[in-house]
């Protein structure tokens, strides 16, 4: 009983401000005491607002009251504290730099458990028990800590914001409603937010869908991933198997006709050289028959001569019937040809069926494939800046316009020797490497005009097929005809149809192995599209007629 009576008193003569026993006490004039320090230190940290109010009562006095030490109070709270017990002393969380203080603490100040939306002050434990204790405060509003809680206060008439402006979307206070907020649609901060809070929850409702919708596009694609994945390994492992069996069967012809010549070498070799022994031994008997027939003629004795001339005169039957002529023979050379012809075809089969192997390569569908730009204002959005490499014209190709012009000359322009420089055909290429997606323009002037693309591996010397734009399988090109255009890919022409324009679009997506030319004039027409896959970056290039004064030029795109 004892030491509830001095909880009671102590709870009676302690400060609301430190909670803890009144030292040096003062009351103010709503007739709540607290210690000198306590309060004057609460009043100033407010003294921006030009009001000094009540910690406990919110009772505003104004100007200042003065502080006069309470001397009975004082003494009543001395022998008080002489009397109570000793307390081992609490174990304190002061606040931190990224910590909500307490704003009634004086001194170091602790961490705020929670702030009240209606005091507009945080509180540490100790200090917000009263929220817990006195009945008019157990009616404020408690949330986390905040440091926040002045934006609830009006910047003009210093009150809590309780009202939501719906006119003007903010929050304001009962004096901005009869004030500039006048005749506005007004509801209550609480009205409104309820009703915020239920399309909050709508709002996550729709994204929670959304998610759920996007994980499952994820699975999706995922398994895309997976089936991509499949199904290019079960090409490249069949493609591999196929080339194999090609390779296989055309070791085993290289074997077959190799095994066939050498037996056809054997067999006719082996009739050579029969007849060769046979001759060689006709030879033999028609030498000695001769020598026997000369030492004859000498004979003196007519009688041994008669009797064995006829014997020795009368010729055995020639080996071979007639004489072995001497032709321009034929061996094997033959096979030779008709191996050489087999060679041609199969590379010519693999010439022509490799772009339609590269076009279905190119043509794979996938679910996140790019839709392609169809207006000239979405192919702008991919324009890219390109000038042509000095290093790379022909000499009698003159560059200008910043090197994004190139035009024909009859004399030798005095470029420095350079192993990138085409030697052979009047042509260049772009400084710049083109990857992804690109769009440029070029405008074709008088004479016969070339429009490339070509990897930079490109053969430059001399006047060979495999260094034109088009003339091989490194470069594909549009020439601009005086009536048609052509298309040119691995040495095979395509006629374009439609009349010639001035103005040429070229349309590149990198990844997708899409090449498209668009003749361009009030509007874009697609004149030819390449389908195929590229396997290096490409550089832009142009082809100029071998007369003076052809003309071509990539405009500078805004």
């Known amino acids: 009983m004892a030491a509830k009576a001095v909880q009671l008193e102590r ?23 607290y210690c000198m320090n306590c309060i004057k ?42 009397t109570e017990p000793q307390a081992a002393p609490a174990d304190l969380c002061y606040a931190g730099p990224e910590d909500v203080a307490c704003d009634v603490c004086t001194g170091r100040q602790l ?66 409603s009869m004030d500039e907020h006048k005749g506005h649609d007004t509801v209550s ?6 009703e915020k809070q239920r399309e909050l929850e709508v709002s996550r409702q729709n994204i929670q869908q959304r998610i759920q919708g996007r994980e499952e596009d994820v699975k999706v694609l995922q398994q895309e991933v997976e089936a991509i994945s499949r199904s290019a390994d079960k090409a490249v492992d069949d493609s591999e198997k196929m080339f194999s069996e090609l390779i296989r069967l055309i070791q085993k012809r290289s074997s077959d006709v190799t095994q066939l010549v050498r037996l056809q070498q054997k067999t006719k070799v082996s009739d050579v050289r029969e007849l060769q022994e ?41 080996t071979h019937s007639s004489r072995i002529k001497i032709l321009p023979l034929r061996y094997f050379e033959d096979v030779t040809a008709a191996v050489s012809e087999v060679r041609d075809k199969l590379q010519n089969i693999l010439r022509e ?31 890219r800046e390109i000038t042509l490499e000095p ?24 470029y420095p020797s350079h192993p990138d420089r085409f030697t052979g055909w009047h042509q260049v290429l772009s400084k710049e490497s083109l990857t992804g997606r690109c769009y440029w323009e ?53 006629l374009v149809s439609g009349p010639r324009s001035s103005r040429v679009g070229v349309y590149l997506d990198h990844s997708a192995g899409i090449l498209s030319f668009y003749r361009i004039t009030e509007t874009m027409t697609l004149l030819h599209r390449v389908h195929t896959m590229f396997t290096q970056p490409l550089h832009a290039g142009l082809w100029i007629r071998e007369s003076f004064g052809g003309n071509a030029e990539i405009r500078k795109l805004k």
């Open 11 to 33: 709870e009676t003569f302690s400060c609301s401000i430190c909670l803890d026993l009144l030292t040096d006490p003062v009351a103010i004039p709503c007739g709540h005491s």
């Open 41 to 82: 230190g609460f009043w100033d940290e407010k003294e921006e607002k030009k009001t000094n109010s009540c910690p406990q009562c919110r009772q505003s006095f104004t100007p200042r009251p003065a502080l006069v030490k309470n001397t009975m109070l004082a003494a009543l709270v001395e022998e008080l504290r002489k």
């Open 111 to 176: 961490k705020a458990l929670k702030s009240c939306l209606v005091c507009l002050v945080s509180y540490c434990e100790k200090h917000l028990q009263q929220h817990y204790d006195v009945v008019q405060l157990k009616k404020h509003k408690l949330v986390d800590p905040s440091e926040k809680l002045q934006e609830n206060i009006c910047s003009r008439h210093d009150e809590v914001m309780k009202i939501f402006c719906r006119t003007d979307q903010r929050c304001i206070c009962y004096l901005c």
């Open 189 to 194: 901060a609480a009205a409104e937010r309820a």
């Open 278 to 318: 046979k001759l060689e031994q006709e030879i033999t008997e028609l030498k000695r028959r001769d020598a026997e027939l000369e030492k004859l003629s000498h004979t003196e004795d007519h009688n041994h001569f008669l009797h064995n001339y006829p014997s020795l005169s009368q010729l055995s039957q020639a």
């Open 353 to 383: 069926e490799w772009p339609k192997i590269l076009e279905k390569v190119a043509k794979v569908l996938v679910l996140v494939s790019q839709p392609q730009p169809k207006t000239r204002a979405d192919f702008l959005k991919y324009s």
């Open 391 to 414: 290093n790379t014209a022909h000499r009698k190709l003159l560059l200008s316009d910043g090197n994004r012009k190139a035009s024909s000359t009859p004399l030798n322009q005095p």
């Open 442 to 494: 070029v405008e074709c002037g008088w004479g016969r005009v070339g429009i490339a693309v070509a990897y930079n591996s490109i053969t430059r010397a001399g006047r060979l097929d495999e260094c034109e734009f088009g003339g091989n399988d490194k470069s594909w090109a549009l020439y601009c005809h005086q009536n048609c255009f052509k298309s040119w890919y691995n040495n095979v022409r395509t």
